[in-house]
């Protein structure tokens, strides 16, 4: 660090150059608020979001919770080939397989279950599906919960959700699992 | 007899309230004002019914939580000077107003009655006493706690303190040999005066030395930022690092009153007190030659305001420097105060005597 010279040494000039720096702070964006508080159109005078209402819009690559793809009539695109739960590097999904009523479709997943509070958030099982069924573009990001078993979303929960929007805000509600406790 | 006791009733009624109200709402403006300058927001979340009214509930939910509270005590502390600390703390600073004028005289039921809580003729030593009193309180705190952290904390304040507070007393000298009086009053009205017929004579101008000094020796004295080794919040904890509670909570008003007594101060010492330039006790005469006259209770009203006003525009300043300077490490505080402001308030002093000398008095 450079010495400092006389007038920095002095104190007091420094001293009034940063209460100027934040008092002009001050007035510009009293003068903002009082602008808009009359209705005026104008700029913010304060830089912040207010989350739980306002929300920054997302990127449309985030990688937000999970859904699992509907076909037509709202059976699950998923065919239990287990691909997603393979190359999981956090072991989070867990698949049961079972027999599609269709001859046409190899095989449905009786069970699809995905451990939140191990999922690392790496999108692999989104890469891996050869049939697009699994996707992580609802745009929730909220999903906390007291107990373990609180994070485990079933295959009824997954389906049940929707992409987000373009901005990014979640177009379904956040499913809540049943053992779930406040 | 009955009316006697009325007026001086209301006196005291009038600074207290003032006092406590005030100090309430600092803790609002100190959050608000800070958020303002930072791009902020600030604290609005707290509702009644619904109604946010910009944050104002803030610090009525601080002094409720404050109070729902555990009150601890740890188990090796002093249980009597634990307990006394913080009531000392906060009554020397509360009581310090009392002898900071807040307007002229007021004419009541045919008695002339001087606006402020006591009319003491060495006002201005009154409430530096007060103020230097109160770091038995930060020390009891800091020793009774039985906690080496907090002893260490008293220790720092009190070392603060002292070194700020006879600087303090060395710059308010060439106000008080400017007056030649240590009655707040008489100062005050001394302001009144105009020099060459159109400079009102406030301390800003008569010493502007005295008023730099006097401002940073008496944030040092109250113990806020950037003088807050004592304190120190964030990383090295101070001398109230053991009380919770309202205790704590009474650390924190103290801080506040002492703010506002700061304020009051420097506006009757610096600021003309309840003077507004060119308005005397008939109403406004300005040095061109015309006026407006005004009656008595108006002119009373206006001074009251007017000091209110300056009150309000000091705290603005002191948050201002609060807000925006970075702390001073201990050994730099103790160095502006004994080796930067003692030696300047003394300088000052020599100087102020040198041209009373030579101008005569007054």
Known sequence: MSPMNLRQRFYLVEVLTGLGLTAAHFFRNM???????????GESGAVTIQYPEERRPYSPRLRSLHRLVRREDGSPRCVACMMCETVCPAHCIYIVA?????????????????????????????????????????GILE????????????????????PAEPTGRPRSPIPIPANRRA | MLIDLAIAFGRVAFVMLFVLNVAALLGWVERKQSAIMQDRIGANRASIFGITALGLFHPLAD??????????????????????????????????????????????????VPLQAVTLNVGVLYVFAML????????????????????????R??????????????????????????????????????????????????????FILFVTAGIAATKRIPFDTPEGESEIIGYFVEYSGMKFGMFLMTDMVETIVLAGLSTSLFLGGWQIPYLFAEGFRFPWGSGISLSPLLVTLLQVGAF??????????????????PRFRYDQAMRLGWLGLFPLAIANIVLTGLVLAAWGTR
Not at chain 1, 143 to 162: A, Q, V
Not at chain 2, 134 to 149: E, L, R, T
Not at chain 2, 165 to 192: C, F, P, T, W, Y
Not at chain 2, 308 to 325: C, D, E, N, P, Y
């Open chain 1, 31 to 41: 003068a903002r608020h009082t602008g808009r508080a009359f209705g005026r159109k």
């Open chain 1, 98 to 138: 079972d027999e599609h009523p269709n001859p046409e479709i190899e095989k449905v997943p009786r069970r699809f279950d995905i451990d939140l509070g191990k999922c690392v958030f790496c999108g692999y099982c989104v890469e891996a599906c050869p049939e697009d069924a699994i996707r992580m573009d609802t």
């Open chain 2, 63 to 112: 002094t409720l939580k404050m109070l729902t509270k555990e009150d601890f005590r740890p188990a090796r502390a002093d249980r009597l000077l634990f307990e006394l600390a913080p009531a000392v703390s906060v009554f020397f600073a509360l009581v310090a107003f009392a002898s900071i004028p807040f307007g002229d005289t007021l004419q009541v039921a045919g008695r002339v």
């Open chain 2, 308 to 325: 209110v006003g300056k009150v309000g525009a000091v705290i603005f300043v002191l948050m201002l420097i609060r807000w925006t300077l």
């Open chain 1, 143 to 162: 999903f906390s919960s007291y107990s373990r078993g609180g994070m485990i979303y079933t295959k009824e929960m997954l389906l049940s959700l929707e």
């Open chain 2, 132 to 155: 230097s009193l109160g770091v038995y309180g930060v020390m009891m705190a800091g020793w009774s706690s039985a906690n080496n952290f907090a002893l260490l904390g008293g220790q």
């Open chain 2, 157 to 210: 304040a009190a070392a603060l303190m002292i070194s700020a507070e006879i600087a303090i007393g060395a710059s308010i000298m060439g106000v008080v040999m400017i007056h030649g009086s240590l009655n707040l009053m008489d100062i005050v009205r001394g302001q009144g005066h105009l020099l060459w017929g159109w400079i009102p004579a406030w301390g800003i101008i008569t010493q502007p030395l005295a």
